[in-house]
């Protein structure tokens, strides 16, 4: 049985990254809101406790009976979980005089497993509102900074071996210096895990288990042309063979020459894929639209007809397969309701309602960056796998207003210098996205001895991790205006390029 860690979420912002955290040990983990907790099975070697926005102190915070937890396995609860369990058994929780965030000092760090190996100083995170002023009894001091006397702390719930751990400052994010150790500590030293999550169990484990599943029945798939779903789609072939039926469809809106150059790497990797080419029916529907959302709805409501018209033609397709990965999960089961709709590329617009098929989603349970690693031990080749995002819409939504044939060609030519140059400089893997947006303006430039009066095109490139936050690429000037030159001189209609150093928040990184 798969070892695992599980992680009760009060809603904090870096909930997922203790989840990556713990998974770059090769542990397995699972997250769950704290009002939808499974229940404890033998599998679970211990429990993290997130943190919150919310302070102990509300009269509707986020709670859970602590006491069900302790002695069954090692609690580790951070910030919110730490001041959760000192509110419980009676310590004191207060209000901080300044709100606790940015870099601190620990110190006074004492002699216990969770600290071992530690210096006797170093950097960790901060921030909480409400600050731990006294402990319970029982509770043990383990840590302070210069402005928390009370930082970390350790109790043995009703005298047994198991023990509860409470920390005011996060041990995921980098800035906490030794956080990584920490986490070892707890998980593997303390909790007793062994590590043995690797992407080649993962593979073993999931095609066995597809095998199981599907048998002989026929599968259908939507390829993207992305990561997630070229590498469910690798996985389910390897269990079923030509039993998976993969259909790619071309609404117009994907890079210059993508469609042909992708249909043809699906087939050297040996799938069983149908492209469609349905420009004239997307391209028709959209004419004359300019306002994002209708352009998405339409593209969405289009790709169903066209995805349909296509499985339809395969008998006794019993299964629908989607690249759903484990972020879309995790905001689908919010506690406070779903957080996001799950993206239309991996739901599909209710395509498993609609034609009757049961789903299968062997991403699951894995992050993006881990996708990423199981697609290389697959050998999915470089093209698809270092792929940068590409928005489900396609260029749609960086065409600002309407779109028409000849706006499409110039931000496929404007894209494909631009990204061509980020790769001939050695910079495409830098980045974690890059991209090009036709403006809805017209400026007036010079082009030999005659005025012109042509588009506007912004080039656009973001580092990130997971796509939540993202800050703008410092890419060289030299790069800079060496593309804006290639754009100007060989895109007909273009006479401007401009650069976006935005950051999101408070942008998002696609302009629509």
């Excluded at 980098?174 to 999550?197: P, S, Y």
């Excluded at 409501?301 to 990965?325: M, N, P, Y």
């Excluded at 080749?381 to 939504?397: C, S, T, V």
């Amino acid at each position: 049985m798969q070892e695992s860690i599980l992680i009760i979420d009060f809603g904090s912002q870096y909930t997922q990254l203790i989840a990556r955290r713990t998974r770059e040990l090769n542990v397995y983990c699972e997250i769950h809101p704290y009002n939808k907790i499974p229940d404890i099975s033998e599998n679970i070697k211990g429990i993290i406790l997130s943190g919150s926005p919310k302070s102990v102190l509300e009269e509707k915070a986020p709670s859970i009976d602590l006491q069900s937890l302790y002695g069954k396995f090692p609690v580790l609860g951070i910030c919110y979980g730490a001041q959760l369990a000192a509110f419980q058994n009676k310590g004191t929780v207060s209000p901080s005089d300044t709100r606790e965030y940015g870099r601190a000092v620990l110190q006074n760090i004492g002699e216990d497993p969770l600290f071992a190996e530690f210096p006797a100083e170093s950097q960790v995170w901060m921030s909480h509102g409400d600050t731990i002023d006294k402990l319970p009894e029982n509770f043990e001091p383990l840590a302070s900074t210069e402005s928390i006397k009370i930082a970390a702390f350790k109790f043995l719930p009703n005298g047994n071996n198991q023990p509860f751990y409470g920390i005011q400052f996060h041990p995921e994010v980098t800035h906490t210096e030794e956080g990584m150790r920490l986490l070892e500590n707890f998980i593997i030293n303390i909790c007793g895990c062994k590590g043995q999550w690797t992407p080649e169990s993962f593979i073993e484990s999931t095609i066995d288990d597809l095998k199981s599943r599907l048998g002989k029945e026929k599968v259908v798939l939507g390829l993207s042309g992305g990561v997630d779903s070229t590498v469910a789609a690798s996985l389910i072939s390897r269990a079923v063979g030509k039993n998976l039926y993969c259909i790619f469809v071309d609404g117009g809106l994907l890079r210059k020459n993508e469609f042909r150059e992708v249909l043809t790497g699906y087939e050297s990797m040996g799938f069983n894929v149908t492209g469609v080419d349905a420009q004239d029916e997307f391209l028709t529907k959209l004419e004359g639209v300019s306002d994002p959302e209708e352009k998405r709805k339409i593209i969405g409501s289009t790709f169903i007809d066209v995805f349909e018209r296509e499985a339809k033609k395969i008998k006794d397709v019993v299964w629908l397969a989607q690249g759903t990965i484990y972020p879309d999960v995790i905001e689908s089961a919010s506690f406070d309701g779903p957080a996001a709709t799950i993206k239309s590329h991996h739901n599909v617009g209710g395509l498993p309602e609609k034609m009757n098929l049961k789903i299968v989603e062997p991403l699951n349970l894995l992050f993006k960056d881990e996708v990423r690693r199981l697609g290389a031990k697959l050998d999915i080749p470089d093209n698809i796998l270092k792929r940068h995002p590409f928005p489900g819409p396609g260029l749609a939504i960086r065409i600002l207003g309407d779109i028409t044939r000849e706006k499409i060609r110039i931000v496929q030519e404007a894209d494909e210098i631009f990204i061509n140059g980020l790769k001939k400089s050695n910079l495409y893997d830098s980045v974690w996205q890059a991209l090009v947006v036709l403006l809805p303006v017209q400026t007036v430039g010079v082009m030999g001895d005659e005025r012109t009066y042509e588009h506007v095109i912004c080039i656009r490139a973001v580092n990130s991790v997971d796509g939540m936050t993202a800050d703008w690429s410092k890419l060289p000037y030299e790069f800079l205006g060496e593309i804006s030159n290639d754009i100007i001189n060989n895109v007909k209609g273009v006479n401007r390029v401009v650069y976006d150093i935005s950051s999101k928040p408070p942008s998002t990184i696609e302009w629509e």
